[in-house]
């Protein structure tokens, strides 16, 4: 279960000794980000977006160690040598977190104190002295003030050694995910008595993923539900009843009742069933005035809606009690009681030409018969319904795998995760609807999306799970992606792109192709190996 964070307010600043920011509550450094896109297949970033691979994160207890005053990394010019070693403890945290304690001994804050006080000589425009020479260190001191020398020592104290303490977690670190959760007021405490300073950080990691049972995605037995409206045969014939029915007419019924095959106008209303009829109450959702009732769809507006109407003429009215089904769409109203009136405003026939091969051509352009025409759209249908059934699968397939994975989800990694969907969503409703500037506003907001991450939260938690765990089969199983597929749909993307008059990076367009076809190859591999059973619903 994912632990609650409470995370302290964050305060961003540059390192810069003669810069004094007010007392922060807790400092947050952040580096330069290289966002990338999430994986259309997937919709979410796999383990391979980590900065680095996955490590063995299984240490239980802390472990102390001395950082080297040696660089930490290769590159040597960021990353300063320090007059001594520093002490770090490293403590494994729920969620994928480690807490860094960090003992900087007063060689090093000396050393920064001196680099300070040599900035602040340079900088500061000190009456009586010209710029840049050397001024005594008790007048400069008195100039600057002592708190301003003391804050900016111990921000060149967190610059320098920083790097250095991150060195435990090198390889293992998470993007944008490092805190500093101490106390700006608590550092300057202990730097005032001890001129020494002790700090902690916060760290997210490459999370674990422990399978349960070890090893169980190797014989998956899935069941996949198939809806009964994808059948081909079924979905052909029903288009060819579609296409028919477009060629006839509607003719005015005035001799008789509602049948099957009709078309009706409708006036609809619904209330709730009270034992105070007083109290009964409208149901919204349940109305509809002027609604166009083609009998041959009953089934799709309420079951059993037909039945109940069946014989109504027009300019008649029925009132029918009804029960909404306990799998209604709308939770609010299953297995509600409702008393529903309908009045038929219009009654319609179709009047329509006989289905030979006289009509071919209409039904379909470009064919001859009928059977011409049946052929045709069952071909298409076929592909639709394979297309639907690798989708079906695959969801089947990836929902199982969440539910075998043990996994502790880096707070960095959720939101991260969740304001990409949350991006996406925005975007697709922009596509769709024409907002106002304040309806944008507030779908941009921060409150707008901490409620979406808060109400998705299992939806998230489930698709960071499926990706860690397709990124693990990946790694587990060796498989490989050929580099010609790489290029080939690289290149077919940045063609899209481009025809699209769209901005891209090419790199980012890598990364992201790059895992498309290793999540595809994950579920190929998944699919060979697993026991996979069809049924309809």
């Given at each position: ?249 509607l003719r005015i019924v005035t001799e008789r009742g509602l049948e099957v095959g009709d ?275």
């Amino acid at each position: 279960m994912e632990a609650c964070c409470t995370a302290t307010p964050q305060t961003f600043f540059r390192f810069n000794p003669a810069q004094i920011p007010a007392s922060p509550s807790s400092v947050f450094l952040k580096p330069s980000r290289n966002i990338q896109q999430q994986s259309p297949l997937l919709a979410a970033p796999s383990s391979r977006q980590f900065l680095h691979p996955r490590p063995d994160c299984r240490k239980t207890i802390s472990t102390r160690f001395a950082a080297s005053a040696a660089p930490a990394t290769a590159d040597s010019a960021t990353i300063d040598k320090l007059p001594a070693d520093i002490q770090v403890t490293e403590t494994p945290e729920p969620n994928s977190r480690v807490r860094l304690s960090v003992e900087v001994p007063a060689l090093v804050c000396d050393d920064c104190y001196k680099r300070v006080i040599s900035e602040f000589m340079k900088q500061a425009k000190v009456p009586g002295f010209r710029p840049g020479k050397n001024v005594p260190e008790n007048i400069l001191i008195s100039y600057v003030g002592k708190d301003a020398v003391k804050k900016a020592t111990i921000e060149s104290i967190l610059k320098r050694t920083l790097p250095h303490a991150m060195s435990s977690v090198s390889g293992r670190a998470l993007e944008d995910s490092v805190r500093i959760s101490t106390k700006f007021p608590e550092m300057e405490s202990t730097y005032s008595s001890m001129k020494s300073l002790r700090y902690d950080v916060i760290v997210d990691v490459a999370p674990e993923v422990k399978w349960n049972p070890e090893g169980g995605y190797k014989n998956l037995k899935i069941v996949v539900e198939i809806d009964k409206e994808i059948d081909a045969q079924t979905a052909a014939e029903h288009e060819l009843r579609r296409r028919h029915k477009a060629l006839g007419a509607l003719r005015i019924v005035t001799e008789r009742g509602l049948e099957v095959g009709d078309v009706a106008i409708l006036d609809i209303s619904a209330t709730t069933i009270e034992q105070d009829e007083s109290a009964a109450q409208a149901i919204p959702s349940a109305e509809s005035k002027g609604f166009q009732f083609d009998t041959e769809d009953g089934d799709k507006v309420l079951p059993d809606f037909l039945n109940s109407i069946t014989g109504i003429k027009r300019g008649e009215s029925k009132s029918f009690p009804y029960v909404f089904p306990d799998s209604w769409e709308q939770e609010n109203l299953r297995g509600l009681r409702a008393q529903f009136t309908v009045d038929c405003k219009e009654l319609f026939y179709r009047d329509l030409p006989e289905l030979n091969d006289s009509i071919a051509d209409k039904i379909l352009s470009g064919c001859s018969t009928i059977e011409q025409v049946k052929e045709i759209l069952l071909e298409k249908f076929l592909e639709v319904e394979q297309t639907a059934k690798d989708q079906a699968t695959d969801n089947a397939i990836l929902d199982q795998l969440h539910r075998m994975v043990e996994v502790g989800i880096p707070p960095s990694l959720f939101e991260e995760q969740g304001r990409q969907l949350y991006g996406a969503q925005l975007l697709q409703i922009q596509a769709n609807t024409k907002l106002s500037e304040q309806q944008l506003a507030y779908l941009s907001s921060p409150k707008a999306v901490n409620e979406f991450l808060q109400n998705q939260r299992e939806n998230i938690t489930s698709i960071i799970k499926q990706n860690l765990a397709v990124g693990d089969i990946y790694k587990r199983e060796n498989l490989q992606v050929l580099t010609d597929e790489v290029v080939k749909e690289v290149e077919n993307s940045i063609t899209e792109f481009k025809r699209h008059d769209q901005e891209y990076d090419e790199e980012r367009v890598k990364g992201q192709v790059q895992e498309v076809l290793e999540g595809s190859k994950v579920l190929e591999w998944l699919k060979e190996h697993a026991d996979i059973q069809y049924t309809t619903k």
